[in-house]
């Protein structure tokens, strides 16, 4: 079920981004109404909220495999840090 929800989740981040990146374009091209701008930005900003609470969420789930000094594996939270 963990595996549905994390599907879920990215297929939702997906519908989101590309409903973020629609209210952007809409916004540029500047043929809104001031009440539609206003509805668009703070649509974006409950969007761009979201997105932001699922990377998080992703970011959280991933780790990374390290091998030690012994040659043994352990898989340890990913950090930025860590990258080469």
Request: charged residues 30%.
């Amino acid at each position: 079920m963990a595996g549905q929800q994390g599907a879920t989740s990215i297929a939702d981040f997906e519908k989101s981004l590309d409903e973020l990146e629609t209210l952007v374009r809409n916004l540029e091209q500047g043929e809104l109404s001031l009440e539609q701008s206003l509805a668009a930005f703070e649509r974006g900003v409950k969007l761009t909220r979201a997105c932001q609470q699922a990377l998080k969420g992703a970011e959280q789930r991933v780790e990374q495999l390290v091998q030690n000094d012994d040659g043994t594996l352990e898989t340890r939270p990913f950090s930025p840090d860590d990258a080469v």
